[in-house]
């Protein structure tokens, strides 16, 4: 089997109001990340970790932020079209592990939704995917509830 493996990281300050998206899922409608689109750490970790495992370089490459069509655009989106790719390159989801770092809002009880979501995102079975939520314990701008992050692991498979 040719399996590849690719990890991605994303980062955003947060401001007042709007919503925050996680993993396809909204987990505050009190706090939203300072984004050009909607700012999903999780999903943008992941879709690094996606072109990092085919060397398809990274997310501001296909999507920059300077592209108006972006303006707003629902992480989901960008998941899906790599997804494709990846697809037709022959390559499949093996597994998938995300971590959010984030003080607030407490993830726990949202974990299962945004697995499902991830989940069928990647076209795979929910325990295929793992979504880990931690904070920074107070330190950094993380720590203080300014910024949250997200990293993803992700190998990929093709063949038997």
Known sequence: MDLRIGHGYDLHRLKKGGELMLGGVCVS??????????????V????????GAMGWGDIGELFPNTDPQWKGAASRVFLEHVMKRV???GFAVVNADVTILAEKPKLKGYKPQIRKVLAGLLGVEEGRVNVKAGTNEGCDAIGRGEALAAHAVVLLGRGE
């Not at 943008?44 to 072109?51: E, I, S, T, Y």
């Open 29 to 42: 409608q009190e706090i939203s990340p300072e984004a050009h689109s909607d700012g999903d750490v999780a």
């Open 87 to 89: 697809r037709d390159a």
């Open 44 to 51: 943008h970790a992941l879709v690094d970790a996606l072109l």
